[in-house]
């Protein structure tokens, strides 16, 4: 019964959750909206259905916003279609160029048309062409310019969804460019062309920070309805002019509701290049396009930076200084203060409250999960300047608490920007795996520990992506902020807006550029961040990032000696480095987390650490044991060499032990020579494995490496009949394929040569050489080259008569680096000849045959 | 093997007006391989959300070693799952995959780490402890996906289709693993499927379901030797029939 009453607890708080999300959203969403139609009486009605500038302002909206709506989408068709299609190397870069506008106020924008073409503007100081802006071409030029990127990134996008396979059929079946375009393209974009030309539309009918610029004589929608209330206080003719306003939104929202297909199919990637002279007429039409919608930036940014344009270019920095200063300006510090506070707040609890949404709406199914979507989805069609009046009324008597404060416009600012943070989340949250929240209650793990540990992980980039989004935007935005903003918290595009008031264009121009260069910055620092995010999981897939050398030669050390107090000195001694590096290097690991120093001054490596010597992990050891031994005769007559007693303790012993107790216990031995009696060492070591050598008597020891190779990949490939005193020279981890020697005098063994740190001259006998000991590590890299190599002269004529180490050290040496590990030469007794075992176990002198052979 | 664990009485299931489940009844012996077996919508994956506990049945009670957990959350069950693509958590490595419902529960980090290495022993996994889960092949992925509900010592694990994403060839050797991880720890799993050939390779018995209603439910010895109804005949008798005679046929 008691279960019973915590699971109904559980659905009750899931549904509390949305209930509270839902009521938010009405009430800075919705209501502020039906807050409007209660201020709107009869008398408004007739006023406004006979009032000739109404009608004006409706029809000039139409006009100009047709115009350039129509405009904008051809060009960003044109511009998304060159782009996707060319096989340009950086067309991320051209991606930003193009939408760079997106980074000023609409404000700026008509100022700068209006500082390039206007009476005394650079076009006609240069040229002495005056050319009259303000007004209907001034409109439509800035309309094209100031939504060219949202819509340009609407139709680029869905061109990276579309399935380029037909395409390079097409090419291949000899059709034209054109014709794809006419045919494929355009149909396939269709519902998207359309969605864009209403987000554009929309965009451009309810924007009132351009056209207040450059609208001139001609009166539009918005400022109309700004009139109303800022002017005429007519509060219920404005909200009339705002449900106008409102209805090209609605009808966009709609359209997008039933006709915008959001599932992704498989798509496949175009294989067939583009033709060069494409990507070249691609550049250089996208660079002059980015060259003309970066013109009124560029005007404003010459205006802030020359001392009196045009008379006198020389480059300064007095206008920007003059706006910082209390005695000239205006103390500009405290607007970028209000601005960076506003934007920062407004993105971080935007984010929470539109991923809360996304994880409400998509987690788990439900009535109330529709309702959250939709609503959610609803604020997209609510133009910042109707939501703004909508506040003033529904909130003016919570002056002091909530109006007039900071608060109201980061919630503003939340709500008119939610849409599309929201779609981000919902998009990210839906392709996350559904079942972890069952999988979790299965575990006895609560649903806010899986968003914590699960959900949110896995959803970081698109988090940083929905941050920038709501800063961005609200450090450029007027619309909604203009109404409710109080003179203490004016953010900077407000600032311009009353320079507008009293045509100061250097005021207008510095604080414009000061908000470019801001949002510069935070762009790339989110770009940056996104970017490091994307390449760390890129890195996790490879495998981890690769020590360097001394980092792995420390770790390995202290995985080794375990945690304890180390003095410097013995560390420095053990590892062979000065005391100054230790130092270094023991900053260097504790600030990457790669080791835990603990209070009492004990070091030991942590679990990171050791996560990053995984890669050198060495995974498993061959051992070569097929031969007949017949130096080692008349022992090796009835035992393999290896399986030899020495000091009561089979030889092989040394070296299992060695490696078991590295934790290598995936051992391979290729068996040949009396093969059954290496059965009875599975009784000691249970996950050793046999591989058989059938040849093991007709050819040298190759064979039996090649009987191996598929097995060769991080691992030790050893001789079966080392007799090994310091278990020491098997490690746990090796940094790269090496081979074993101890450095003699003089020698008639194999030995070789150290020559920048390798092995080489491998011969039989030397001076002042290191003598090898048959132990050998093989990385992955190289593993796969020794496969290959091992078979091809195995295979190759007279390839059976040679030991399998000729190959990478003589024959193909020039594509092996072998480092040469060192030992000492006590540390392996070679048992090569009877006189040898006898030295080392003296019972071998009374051997049948042997008795009273003595060694001197 | 006679002892039940879990027993379903009357149990019947509706969605709305759509009846899934009419009235069965069935026993899970303890330690038992059981694989449900029907065509899609036979109700299959029904009966295991109701096991799980993320699904509640419309009418009857189900009991586990005798006390009802009808309607008990599914974490007080002690039934582990291991869905179709394994649901492994993508930012934890397979270690923390199978800690994390330990550390969940607040447990200290030595006792922990014991019984985590001990799993990944059970189940092979030592070489790719630090690795994560895309790193790692269906098989491994399904064996990480096992540890991680051993980690919590289920009395049952349930399997939803686990192999029907993947290759022919790799299902076989996966059919294996699990045989062989099921022997080693002696605990009772119920399969689901819809493919008859996995279903006769891994189980003790089979339950046929088909619209609402269990067929039969046998060793599958007896389901092929002596099929007590024509759906029975058809969709699995007829179906292995069918799969040797294509073989011989093209081996001929």
Known sequence: MNTQINRAGRIIKHEYLRLISIGCILLFAILPLLTLAFHVTGEDWSYILQDATFWAAVKNSLIYTTAAAVTTTVLALVAAYLLNTSSLKRKNLFVILLTLGMLVPTISVGLGLRVLFGTNGFIDLLFGAEIEVRGFSGLIMGSVMTSFPATFLILYDALNYEDKG?????????????????????????????????????LIFSDYGMPMEIAGKVSTLPMYLYDQFMSSFQYGRGSIAGFVLLVPSIVSFVFDLIFKDQSESEKQKKLIEAEKSFNIGTAVVITLLC???FLPQLAFISLSLTRAFPNDLSFTFEHIANIFS????VGLTAYIWNSLSLSLLTALFGTAFAYLLGYLS????????????LLALSTIAIPGLVLGIGFIFLFKGTNGYFYGTVLILVVVNIFHFLGSPYLLAKNCLSKINSDYEIIGETLGISKGQ????????????????????????????ISAVAFLCSYDNQPLSILITTYEKNSNYEMQSVISLIILFLNVVARTGFTAIANTLRNAEAKEVDGGIGLERHEFDFLTYLEKQGRGQYSLRKMADDLTISLNNVQKYLKELNDRNYINIFADGSIEISEKGLKALEPYRVRKAIILAAGFGSRLAPVTLDTPKSLVKVNGERIIDTLLDALVAKGITNITIVRGYKKEQFDALLEKYSTIRFIDNPEYNITNNISSAVCAADLIDRCYICEADLYITNPDVINKYEYQSNYLGAKVSETDDWCFKKINGAVADYQMGGTDCYQAFGISYWNSEDAEKLKADLRKVYASRGGKENLWEIVPLRIMKKKYHLEVRKCHKSDIIEI????????????????????????? | MAEPIIQAVNISKKFKSKTVLEDISFDIMRGEFLSLLGPSGCGKTTILRMLIGIEQPTAGKILKDGVDITNAAPKDRNIGIVFQNYSLFPNMDVYHNISYALSAKKMGKEEIDKKVKEIIETVGLEEHIYKKPKQLSGGQQQRVAIARTLVLNPDVILFDEPMSALDAEIKVILRQQLKEIQKKLKI????????????????????????MRIIQMDTPYNLYHNPTDPFVKRFVVDHLDLKVKSIEDSIK
Do not use: W
């Not at chain 1, 393209?185 to 030309?197: G, N, Q, R, W």
């Not at chain 1, 209390?326 to 300006?329: F, K, L, V």
């Not at chain 1, 998509?362 to 979507?373: D, T």
């Not at chain 2, 009772?188 to 891994?202: C, G, I, K, S």
């Open chain 2, 188 to 211: 009772t799993m119920v399969y689901v499927t819809h493919d008859q050939e996995e279903a006769f390779a891994l189980s003790d018995r089979i339950m046929v379901l088909n619209d």
């Open chain 1, 291 to 293: 060259l003309v919608l």
């Open chain 1, 362 to 373: 998509v987690r788990k199914s439900g009535r109330m999960a529709k309702v959250v979507n």
């Open chain 1, 450 to 477: 899986i968003i914590r540990n699960v959900l949110i992980p896995n959803s970081v980039s698109t988090l940083v992506e929905m941050f920038s989004y709501f800063f961005l935007n609200s450090m450029i935005t």
């Open chain 1, 832 to 856: 090569d000849n009877f006189i040898e075992l006898i030295a080392a176990d003296s019972s071998y002198a009374h051997y049948p045959g042997y008795e009273g052979f003595r060694v001197e």
């Open chain 1, 166 to 202: 037909p395409y390079d059929a097409a090419s291949i079946m000899g059709i034209g460019r054109l014709s794809t375009f006419f045919r494929m393209t355009v149909p396939y974009l269709k519902i998207a062309l359309i969605s864009a030309f209403f987000a554009c539309f929309t």
């Open chain 1, 326 to 329: 209390n005695t000239h300006g």
